[in-house]
Nanobody, 127 residues
């Protein structure tokens, strides 16, 4: 069983920055894509929104349009950790952020492409 533990959330002012981290258990971290999703307040689990994904080697990334040029996903395979650097935060970015491990090397944008999920870390953006 793989465990994912997110950290780094909190309260930030609009225009500010925060970096989320997610550390994964297991010895095969580098074999799987990783992703970040978010669930806005009042939304159901099924409404989690794809935010970003990163390939196994960290070279290829993908983002939802609303965060392009503001968020950066990266990974450190030596530390079994994936990061989400979030800059110029907006009130609409407020959500619980979840990291997820892919089912394979495939870097998808849908929740079904991911097998394991963390418990989430909350990001609150004040205007």
């Amino acid at each position: 069983q793989v465990q994912l533990v997110e950290s780094g959330g909190g309260l930030v002012q609009a225009g500010g920055s925060v970096r989320l981290s997610c550390i994964a258990s297991g010895r095969t971290f580098s074999s799987y894509s990783m992703g970040w999703f978010r669930q806005a307040p009042g939304k159901e689990r099924e409404e989690r929104e794809f935010v970003a994904s990163v390939s196994t080697d960290g070279i290829t990334t993908g983002y939802t349009n609303s965060v392009k040029d503001r968020f950066t996903i990266s990974r450190d395979n030596t530390r079994n950790t994936v990061y989400l650097q979030m800059n110029n935060l907006k009130p609409e970015d407020a959500a619980t952020y979840y990291c997820a491990r892919g089912r394979s090397y495939y870097r998808g944008e849908k929740a079904l492409h991911y097998q394991y999920w963390g418990q989430g870390t909350q990001v609150t953006v004040s205007s």
